[in-house]
T-cell receptor, first 115, second 112 residues
């Protein structure tokens, strides 16, 4: 039973560039949440996708956008990269958005470095 | 006040010791809480869920104090393998279960 898979695992970009990160949820899960974790900090909620729609959004600018596909996989896009976007980007999947949906399974993350 | 606050540590303890971490939260309406464990440069993994007064799983005990709005994690008979960062997690304010808010984490170092 595959867990949450993310790609790429590491990537380096320069300021102003754009990046796309990908996530496949755990088998049986239909909800995907994205988190940004800066060094020494806890994960910060970016947004959550369910039924191909953004259901909740954290305090992140519009440069951060996402998408969920019919097979429940998801992409996170970041435009006009800033140095401060350097972080570990974590994808977490869960089942539905009901009261039992808050147990998250995380992927190993995509580590983004912006130079 | 931050939605969730933790002492970043590090907590340095010898093997076999008992150690406890506290986490305070601001949303009095929160009904469920979680402790996640994160090893260095790895993803967070669920350690325990806390839905009522507390929960116990082997050497780990989580307790909830609603009056003072904090949850605690107690680790008995610490092992070297317990060295990790422990993240306190609560549902976001006014978002139900759709957004989870993580604390900055408490780092635990268990030494021989």
């Amino acid at each position: 039973d595959a867990g949450v898979t993310q790609s790429p695992t590491h990537l380096i970009k320069t300021r102003g560039q754009q990046v796309t990160l990908r996530c496949s949820p755990k088998s049986g899960h239909d909800t995907v949440s994205w988190y940004q974790q800066a060094l020494g900090q806890g994960p910060q909620f970016i947004f959550q996708y369910y039924e191909e729609e953004e259901r909740q959004r954290g305090n992140f600018p519009d440069r951060f956008s996402g998408h969920q596909f019919p097979n429940y996989s998801s992409e996170l896009n970041v435009n006009a990269l800033l140095l401060g976007d350097s972080a570990l980007y974590l994808c977490a999947s869960s089942l539905g958005v009901s009261s039992g949906a808050n147990v998250l399974t995380f992927g190993a993350g995509s580590r983004l470095t912006v130079l | 006040r931050k939605e969730v606050e933790q002492d970043p540590g590090p907590f340095n303890v010898p093997e076999g010791a008992t150690v406890a971490f506290n986490c305070t939260y601001s949303n009095s309406a929160s009904q469920s809480f979680f402790w996640y464990r994160q090893d260095c440069r790895k993803e967070p993994k669920l350690l325990m869920s806390v839905y009522s007064s507390g929960n116990e799983d082997g050497r780990f005990t989580a307790q909830l104090n609603r009056a003072s709005q904090y949850i605690s994690l107690l680790i008995r008979d610490s092992k070297l393998s317990d060295s990790a960062t422990y993240l306190c997690v609560v549902p976001g304010r006014n978002t139900g279960f759709q957004k989870l808010v993580f604390g900055t984490g408490t780092r635990l170092l268990v030494s021989p």
